[in-house]
């Protein structure tokens, strides 16, 4: 049973516009969660976080907004870069968990030129 | 800076070989995971430890085992590799927190 959805594999977006990426959860315990970018042939580096008691959380041109109540979480980049591009990853965690994160599968973003 | 190494970028083995792969983190980090990555698949925990000689399965430890007999070293092992193992390996580690810090990755063949 897969508890973090991305259900978007790819997404395309034009230099200077916005990106968003969707993720949706399915457990209800989930109080934490992560974004992660993945370059290829890299490790994932940690994007931007938030908390559940919270609903948006912003670091420079990366914002996390989380609606509880639809379970679902997005991640806005504005504007958008070429050197976005790279494969995001949702993660949630809770705080029984010993800090375990459940990833998503991974949006692959593409921003052209 | 986190630094989170691990022994190999990129790794051939063969069928039914025992295969050690070496992590190490240099920042005092009580947490270390093991995650596989396939297309299509995302990250899937294997193991973490969350103390030396600790461990804990994740979602897909069969045909795993796992080492931590120094707090800055996770090891993982294969104990009888597969084709089926053929993946990118992750490495990461974290304080008492949800971020985790990964390493490079290896990149694991079995033929």
């Known amino acids: 049973d897969q508890q973090v959805k991305q259900n978007s594999p790819s997404l395309s977006v034009q230099e200077g516009r916005i990106s968003i990426l969707n993720c949706d959860y399915t457990?209800?315990?989930?109080?934490?969660f992560l974004w992660y970018k993945k370059y290829p042939a890299e490790g994932p580096t940690f994007l931007i976080s938030?908390?559940?008691?919270?609903d948006k959380n912003e670091d420079g041109r990366f914002t996390v907004f989380l609606n509880k109540s639809a379970k679902h979480l997005s991640l806005h980049i504005v504007p958008s870069q070429p050197g976005d591009s790279a494969v995001y990853f949702c993660?949630?965690?809770?705080?029984?968990?010993?800090?375990?994160?459940?990833f998503g599968k991974g949006t692959l973003l593409t921003v052209n030129p | 800076d986190v630094k989170v190494t691990q022994s190999s970028r990129y790794l051939v083995k063969r069928t039914g070989e025992k295969v050690f792969l070496e992590c190490v983190q240099d920042?005092?980090?009580?947490?270390m995971f093991w995650y596989r990555q396939d297309p299509g698949l995302g990250l899937r925990l294997i193991y973490f430890?969350?103390?030396?000689?600790?461990?804990e399965k994740g979602d897909i430890p069969e045909g795993y085992s796992v080492s931590r007999e120094k707090k800055e070293r996770f090891s993982l092992i294969l104990e009888s590799a597969s084709t089926n193992q053929t993946s990118m390996y992750l490495c990461?580690?974290?304080?008492?927190?949800?971020?985790?810090?990964f390493g490079p990755g290896t990149r694991l063949t079995v033929t």
């Open positions: 990461a580690s974290s304080f008492q927190g949800y971020e985790q810090y």
């Open positions: 457990n209800s315990m989930f109080d934490y």
């Open positions: 430890s969350y103390d030396v000689k600790m461990k």
């Open positions: 993660a949630a965690s809770w705080g029984g968990s010993n800090y375990k994160l459940t």
């Open positions: 920042m005092d980090h009580e947490n």
């Open positions: 938030i908390s559940s008691i919270k």
